[in-house]
């Protein structure tokens, strides 16, 4: 972790074939959470992983599984990867009918509650919700696939939030989520997250994993030499 910032490698754009491998070098590289996007063919477009890959990636490590739930109707799918091993339970606010009861049963289970909104969502629609979630998270692209551009209007929404947690003395934890670089990373914390997600500039045919993740920590050592 560098000074409270937490980075999530995301394994939809890693090698699946040689996942175990993968995640352990992200682990070795300071990896502090492990993102898992969990896409049902309705919600988005493409269907990704469900929970036998949970499972095994539990298997494979103890770091926290941050699975972001990209499914209609979260409130059937949160037991199953509950079960499979999920640490941090992400829902999305535009798929979650009774997002309150959905929150409270994944704290009931002992787990860590997410709420997430897509670009075109705005901070109001979760702002009730906001006390009783462990985390937010800012799409800052449209959700479906890796390696999209950052879409700049979540800046301006991470920042809006930091005020309404910080303002309110709230716990949640801002995570952004999609097109963040070396470039990007140290806007988002500058502007109040402290969770970062990053599938194609972690895993990528240009450099290591371990190279990639040292890449994206330098640039946010950057800013705090700088601050
Ligand atoms: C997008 C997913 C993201 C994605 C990020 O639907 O939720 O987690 O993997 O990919 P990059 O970092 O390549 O934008
Ligand atoms: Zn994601």
């Known amino acids: 972790m560098i000074s409270g910032i937490k980075l999530a490698p995301s394994i939809l754009s890693a090698d699946f074939l040689h996942l175990g491998a993968q995640i352990s070098e992200a682990e070795a590289a300071g990896a502090d959470y492990i993102h898992i996007d969990v896409m049902d063919g309705r919600f988005v477009p493409l269907i ?26 979260p409130e059937r799918q949160i037991g199953p990867f509950i079960d499979a091993g999920g640490d941090i339970i992400n829902v999305h606010i535009e798929a979650a009918t009774h997002v309150h009861r959905i929150v409270q049963e994944v704290r009931r289970r002992g ?32 959700p479906g696939w890796s390696g999209q551009r950052f879409i700049e209007n979540a800046v301006a929404k991470v920042r809006r939030l930091r005020e309404i947690i910080d303002l309110g003395n709230l716990q949640a934890e801002i995570e952004v989520d999609g097109g963040v670089t070396p470039q990007i990373a140290p806007r988002c914390v500058a502007s109040g997250a402290n969770v970062l997600v990053a599938a194609s500039a972690v895993f990528n045919d240009r450099a290591s994993i371990s190279e990639n993740m040292e890449r994206l920590r330098e640039a946010l050592e950057a800013i705090r030499r700088e601050a």
């Open 111 to 142: 787990k860590r509650a997410g709420v997430s909104l897509n670009p075109g969502t705005p901070v109001t629609a979760v702002e009730e919700i906001l006390p009783e979630v462990d985390q937010v998270m800012v799409m800052s692209v449209n």
């Open 48 to 73: 990704t992983m469900g929970v036998p890959t949970v499972e095994a990636v539990r298997r494979t490590t103890t770091l926290t599984l941050d699975i972001h739930l990209m499914v209609v109707e």
